[in-house]
């Protein structure tokens, strides 16, 4: 059974940054796809950034140039580091990887930016 566990979230003011972590048991590492996504009060999950083996990253256009999302699966985790981060960015953020068929999601780690 595999289990997703975020970490990193907190509270910022507008422009400042955080740094996320996810962390996996199992072989959720060896799955070419995985991603962050995020959800705010009332609104649906959304996909923020997602890797995949042998091609570019992916960013949503409204976290583009400001987020970098990058894994390293010696220590099984899945980073995402959030720069210049804005009020539209406050959500629960989830690591997962459906795209890979996975449907699992951990906990989630909440993102509070206030301005």
């Known amino acids: 059974q595999v289990q997703l566990v975020e970490s990193g979230g907190g509270s910022v003011q507008a422009g400042g940054s955080l740094r996320l972590s996810c962390t996996a048991s199992g072989n959720f590492f060896r799955l070419s796809v995985m991603g962050w996504y995020r959800q705010a009060p009332g609104k649906e999950r959304e996909l923020v950034a997602v890797m995949s083996d042998g091609a570019p990253t992916h960013y949503n256009d409204a976290v583009k140039g400001r987020f970098i999302i990058s894994r390293d699966r010696s220590k099984n985790t899945l980073y995402l580091q959030m720069n210049n981060l804005k009020p539209e960015d406050t959500a629960m953020y989830y690591c997962?990887?459906?795209?890979?068929?996975?449907?699992?999601w951990g906990q989630g780690t909440q993102v509070t930016v206030s301005s």
């Open positions: 997962g990887a459906p795209s890979a068929g996975f449907g699992g």
